[in-house]
């Protein structure tokens, strides 16, 4: 038997609509796993860096326990934990964090990038020489006696087989002349290099 009230009694109401000024389950649990990748990413920071990070002293101690945790199933049960902790960090804290870590990527990729240039052109001295008086005009103030000796001397090692002992000590002075003059000029001799 068809139910009288359903459909025609034309009866409206906005009383079983509920209008939720909260997020909703799915949002809240996207949010605390934001936060435990947070956490994990930091977790593969040295503890030096998470030292100097501006979070709560207990946030940091989490953090800095489950990095000594060797244990699988301990580490897991600490990273729960400092998932829990990051949810109670305010969201300009978290806002830090995420800049601070952003900040540290950023700047090791370039730090890596003009190590390996360095090394690009310690290698280029070491076969040719026009690189030493190319790296003359662009560096008047290196040392060419104590360039030339090392250049020699690490040519002699990887021909014996020995330590990398002047092989090392010209990327030294690579880095220090880079560190020493400004960072646009190195930029263009990189593209010289190349080309």
Same mark, same amino acid.
């Given at each position: 038997?068809?139910?009288?009230?359903?459909?025609?009694?034309?009866?409206?109401?906005?009383?079983?609509?509920?209008?939720?000024?909260?997020?909703?389950?799915?949002?809240?649990?996207?949010?605390?796993?934001?936060?435990?990748?947070?956490?994990?990413?930091?977790?593969?920071?040295?503890?030096?860096?998470?030292?100097?990070?501006?979070?709560?002293?207990?946030?940091?101690?989490?953090?800095?326990?489950?990095?000594?945790?060797?244990?699988?199933?301990?580490?897991?049960?600490?990273?729960?934990?400092?998932?829990?902790?990051?949810?109670? /960090?305010? $969201?300009?804290?978290? @806002?830090? %964090? *995420?800049?601070?870590?952003?900040?540290? !990527?950023? &700047?090791? #990729?370039?730090?890596?990038?003009?190590?390996?240039?360095?090394?690009?052109?310690?290698?280029?001295?070491?076969?040719?020489?026009?690189?030493?008086?190319?790296? /003359?005009? $662009?560096?008047?103030? @290196?040392? %060419? *006696?104590?360039?030339?000796?090392?250049? !020699?001397? &690490?040519? #002699?090692?990887?021909?014996?087989?020995?330590?990398?002992?002047?092989?090392?000590?010209?990327?030294?002075?690579?880095?220090?002349?880079?560190?020493?003059?400004?960072?646009?000029?190195?930029?263009?001799?990189?593209?010289?290099?190349?080309?």
């Amino acid at each position: 038997m068809p139910n009288p009230n359903r459909g025609s009694c034309g009866f409206q109401s906005d009383e079983f609509e509920q209008e939720y000024d909260r997020p909703s389950k799915s949002q809240l649990k996207r949010e605390m796993t934001a936060l435990q990748k947070l956490g994990e990413e930091l977790l593969a920071e040295p503890k030096e860096r998470i030292k100097r990070l501006p979070l709560p002293e207990d946030v940091r101690d989490a953090i800095l326990e489950c990095q000594t945790i060797k244990s699988h199933e301990g580490r897991r049960r600490q990273l729960q934990y400092v998932g829990k902790k990051m949810r109670s /960090l305010e $969201e300009e804290e978290v @806002a830090a %964090v *995420q800049k601070m870590l952003d900040s540290w !990527r950023g &700047a090791s #990729k370039a730090d890596t990038a003009a190590l390996h240039a360095l090394e690009r052109r310690r290698d280029k001295l070491l076969k040719d020489d026009d690189a030493l008086t190319a790296l /003359l005009t $662009e560096y008047p103030q @290196a040392d %060419v *006696q104590q360039l030339r000796t090392l250049i !020699r001397n &690490a040519r #002699k090692e990887q021909a014996e087989n020995k330590p990398p002992k002047a092989y090392r000590e010209i990327f030294q002075i690579l880095k220090e002349l880079q560190s020493a003059s400004s960072s646009p000029s190195e930029n263009e001799h990189d593209t010289n290099e190349e080309e």
